[in-house]
């Protein structure tokens, strides 16, 4: 019995599906609130309990989410009956039995790996893990796509032959001392690549890795190996011509809208054309791309848009916003975030700021989390909103959906890590 504390965490939940697949009897505990990682787990029967230590039994072998520390009386009790695992260790020895891409990055890691899955796919057989809950392995799989996360440095316990790099900006500020600690982790994990690495050249931090295999630059720009001609862009997608080193491979349209988007795509444009697979079926499938879970996910309900997004970040904020205007630029765009983590509200609140009056108005949800227990940082919502003018503080209740459903027929673009989706479904009732 596999047994995972923490089962609905983004990547947790995704692992016991996984294993849940290759045959292994899996159950897990969690709080017991709705979270929109668990449909997969549920869709299997895979068992859900409330957090309690009798769940734990001797022979288990347990997998710790990274949000329990070792005082946490379930993982007290495994650590002394059971063969334990932190997430990230058990993720990177089983990444040892398949040839594996790692898809790392501060943001885009989600989309991208979604990308990189749906292209191997249809070369390869590929198992891959996203951190919205989805994962999917069989005894089949040759490859193995995976999203692999920095924080705490947990993408240290990976090996991958293959890596892409999103970008580098410095988050979890909780843990990285600064930018310089933050851009070391990225540097020691592309130590680990066994063949050749793919990294976003028109990031500072990433044009200052060192590699000891290939290494490819993809991004905007001429300088970099592989770059996007003859850009057309509007509202509901995109073409280009793909170029490496001045050579053109492919004219691609594609179904996505931003830059951000475009980086995203070359980053496993790239990899595909190193893994020389096909262009004409890899635009087949990008052309019935289906994102990830909450990674900007539109809905129009009742003439009113609803953007579901995982931004946590201002980077994130700002663009979601940018996307958004660019989609619907006869709507009003209202800005509904809910932060993530107190040290990094505190650490980044000037980009919150420039980055949410981006929309037409805006309105902040408090956050409470266990994690800010760790972090030591004593603010609330009210800290990033006295920074901005005429922004509101929200309750997510029956009022504060009322408010926000006086909005029909604007853009409501809902932002966070955290579970934002309920006040959203309640406006929905409210339309």
């Not at 995972?4 to 697949?21: E, N, P, Q, R």
Request: proline content about 2%; aromatic content about 14%; charged content about 30%.
């Amino acid at each position: 019995m596999y047994y995972f504390i923490g089962i609905k965490g983004t990547g947790m939940a995704s692992l016991a599906v996984m294993l849940h697949d290759l045959g292994y009897e899996v159950c897990g505990s969690d709080l017991e609130k709705h979270f929109f990682t668990e449909d997969e787990l549920v869709k299997r029967g895979i068992r859900i309990l409330p957090f309690s230590e009798d769940n734990i039994k001797e022979g288990y072998t347990v997998i710790i989410g990274n949000a329990f520390l070792e005082d946490f009386p379930e993982v007290i009790k495994a650590r002394k009956l059971c063969k334990c695992y932190r997430y990230h260790e058990f993720l990177g020895e089983l990444m040892k039995n398949y040839k594996t891409v790692s898809i790392c990055g501060s943001h885009g890691k989600t989309t991208t790996t979604t990308l990189a899955k749906t292209v191997f796919s249809l070369f390869k057989k590929t198992g891959y893990l996203i951190g919205d809950g989805e994962g999917y392995l069989t005894k089949e799989s040759e490859y193995l796509c995976v999203e692999s996360d920095e924080f705490r440095r947990h993408f240290l316990a990976y090996y991958p032959e293959y890596a892409v790099i999103t970008n580098i900006e410095i988050d979890h500020v909780d843990y990285f001392k600064d930018e310089i600690d933050y851009f070391n982790s990225y540097q020691e994990f592309v130590d680990h690549v066994k063949e050749a690495v793919f990294y976003y050249g028109n990031d500072e931090w990433c044009r200052k890795l060192k590699f000891n295999v290939l290494a490819f630059s993809f991004g905007l720009t001429y300088d970099n190996d592989y770059y996007p001609e003859n850009v057309e862009s509007g509202s509901t997608g995109m073409s280009f011509d793909l170029m490496f080193r001045g050579e053109k491979l492919h004219h691609y349209s594609v179904p996505f809208v931003g830059d951000h988007l475009l980086i995203d795509v070359l980053g496993i444009l790239s990899l595909g054309n190193y893994m020389h697979f096909d262009h004409d079926k890899i635009e087949e499938a990008l052309q019935s791309f289906v994102g990830p879970k909450r990674r900007y996910v539109i809905e129009e309900y009742k003439d009113t848009v609803f953007v579901d997004d995982y931004a946590h970040h201002p980077t994130e904020v700002k663009v979601t916003l940018e996307a958004s205007r660019k989609r619907y630029p006869d709507r009003k765009i209202i800005a509904v975030f809910k932060p993530h983590r107190a040290s990094r509200v505190k650490y980044f609140a000037e980009q919150f700021k420039d980055a949410l009056m981006l929309a037409d108005e805006i309105y902040l949800l408090d956050f409470t989390s266990i994690d800010d227990k760790q972090d030591g940082t004593d603010i609330d919502i009210t800290y990033l909103a006295k920074m901005i003018p005429g922004s509101h503080v929200l309750g997510e209740d029956e009022t504060g959906a009322e408010q926000l459903a006086e909005y029909k027929g604007e853009c409501l673009v809902f932002m966070s890590s955290k579970d934002i989706y309920n006040i959203a479904e309640k406006v929905k009732e409210l339309l």
